[in-house]
């Protein structure tokens, strides 16, 4: 890797290393386009942040400073798309000027970007207000001036959940990057006052679309029914650290679910059903004093339909047969039991009501795997590399592969947590919900926006090392960076300059992962971990 700041000449160039100067987080060379002074002026007095003390924010980090490195303004034409559905960003916009059109195409009507671009310009020329409703399921939302958005995917790290589009000619957008939204919510009480109230609230309408629970309800009926509904939190949105802090101080094996926050406790009355907004819960059961794991959910999982759908048909009033925790955080939408019972239960259950489960255990469900994966929070990688210690001879073939695709380090380490026959090895795993993003001071390390990987750009990484220790699986180191003589590069004071490394599933490689070509028994495979058995780890019940 090259130099990221000045070489200091002469005598600096020592034996040991190169003296250049540390890379900070707003130098030209790593960060974005700073906004015009006059702009930034514009912007932090105006009605958008009237709610905003900058006197709040450190002197090392004001808040002009913020809007001015951390954001940008950016101009559409009506029509022009501000991000699609399914597309991986992490930031959040407020409307300067003009407008802006959300348009859901999720559930069974799922469209296509090219079949919704089809009737944008008849819809924006008016000649049909409903041609975009026509092609979703519900109805598109505008958000006007000084109004935000984004704001979903920002907070949860997930894909995003419609395609934004400007609505009139010269529809400015201020863009908040997510290290410049982390900063805000952190330093200004009212400002993540306002983030969290809207996110809240628009958590629940967006649960319940995606759900595809209300698929054959009007627009006047969904309304209603997201007013009875509410949100709630259980957990650390950052859990990582806690996860890594338990792990160390883990002196009874096996008792993680004890230290995971109680939602539903088994026996209990069910006022309500819930919906996983998103992050993972886990099912218990209690047996003879004990609670072990049943199942779990992931986002679209739904707990306690089962048992309500059983004391509707039998007249009675429903108790949880199962119990429920939090695994790291989750977000739930608690539905009412009468609409459960009125709007949800019908149709076929498969197709509407998601990860689910009901009281008849299956004989194939191999707990102790369940256990293996919950407890070691593997439910959240995409893609990870588990290999088969029966098949695996210990050739290193892999690691040469991956060296040999990355200028002669490789990216992972092979060796890791085993269950029977099957390790997941210290390799980036993509996760669904990768916290190693949350104080990236840069957004160095970001998901890509078309796959979905996680992946580091190395030209904004300055070595702070805030995502290695937030990942919670020990697979992101440190490298030194060296000069093109092989030299350390060092700053001032002679601490060595460091790289974060990890997995990046082989990008810019048309063959995909190295790693697994080479292996020549077939041993590492990547996978969707939460796949490794599906019937007895990921819908326990049937």
Request: glycine share 8%; aromatic share 8%; proline share 4%.
């Amino acid at each position: 890797m090259s130099s990221p700041g000045t070489t200091i000449a002469g005598e600096d160039q020592l034996a040991q290393g190169q003296l250049v100067r540390r890379p900070q987080r707003w130098d030209d060379n790593f960060g974005r386009a700073r906004i015009h002074d006059d702009w930034v002026d514009l912007i932090v007095s105006s009605e958008v942040f009237s709610d905003v003390d900058p006197s709040g924010f450190p002197d090392d980090l004001s808040f002009a400073d913020i809007i001015a490195n951390d954001c940008s303004v950016k101009w559409y034409s009506r029509g022009e798309v501000v991000y699609e559905e399914g597309s991986h960003q992490t930031s959040l916009f407020i409307v300067l000027n003009g407008s802006v059109r959300l348009a859901d195409a999720a559930g069974p009507e799922r469209r296509s970007w090219p079949q919704l671009t089809s009737h944008l310009d008849t819809w924006l020329r008016g000649k049909d207000k409903n041609s975009v409703s026509n092609v979703t399921r519900f109805p598109t939302v505008r958000v006007g001036r000084y109004e935000m958005f984004g704001e979903l995917e920002a907070m949860t790290r997930a894909p995003r959940g419609n395609t934004a589009f400007a609505e009139v000619d010269r529809t400015a957008l201020l863009e908040i990057t997510w290290p410049g939204a982390r900063e805000m919510l952190h330093w200004s009480d009212a400002f993540r006052l306002r983030v969290e109230n809207l996110y809240r609230a628009r958590s629940i309408e967006a649960a319940l679309k995606e759900s595809g629970l209300l698929a054959e309800t009007d627009a006047a009926t969904f309304a209603a029914i997201v007013r009875v509904c509410s949100f709630e939190r259980h957990g650390g949105y950052d859990w990582s650290y806690l996860y890594q802090r338990e792990k160390a101080s883990e002196q009874r094996p096996g008792k993680v679910l004890e230290r995971e926050p109680l939602i539903v406790e088994q026996g209990n009355y069910l006022e309500d059903g819930f919906l996983v907004r998103s992050g993972f819960a886990r099912v218990t059961q209690n047996n003879h004093d004990n609670e072990f794991t049943a199942g779990f959910l992931e986002k679209g999982g739904v707990f306690g339909f089962a048992e309500i759908e059983e004391s509707s048909q039998a007249g009675g009033h429903p108790h949880a047969g199962y119990g429920l925790r939090a695994v790291g955080y989750t977000e739930l939408i608690r539905i009412p039991e009468h609409i459960v019972v009125r709007y949800m239960l019908s149709g076929t259950r498969e197709d509407r009501m998601g990860t689910t489960y009901s009281r008849s255990r299956r004989p194939d469900a191999d707990l102790a795997l369940l256990d293996f994966v919950v407890d070691n929070r593997f439910i959240n990688a995409t893609n990870a590399m588990v290999i088969d210690t029966t098949r695996c001879v210990g050739c290193d073939d892999c690691v040469r592969a991956c060296a040999a695709a990355h200028d002669g380090v490789p990216r992972f380490v092979r060796t890791g947590k085993a269950h029977a026959n099957l390790m997941v090895a210290n390799a980036c795993m993509h996760c669904t919900d990768p916290v190693c993003l949350i104080d990236c001071p840069t957004g160095a390390i970001r998901r890509d926006a078309t796959s979905g990987s996680v992946v580091i750009d190395d030209e904004t990484c300055i070595g702070c090392s805030t995502c290695s220790s937030a990942c919670p699986y020990n697979n992101i180191r440190m490298l030194e960076m060296r000069n093109p003589q092989g030299a350390v590069l060092m700053d001032e004071d002679g601490a060595a300059l460091l790289k974060a490394s990890k997995c990046d599933l082989c990008a810019g490689h048309s063959s995909g992962p190295a790693c697994q070509r080479a292996c020549p028994h077939d041993a590492l495979t990547r996978i969707d971990i939460r796949e490794i058995n599906p019937s007895s780890c990921r819908q326990p019940y049937v």
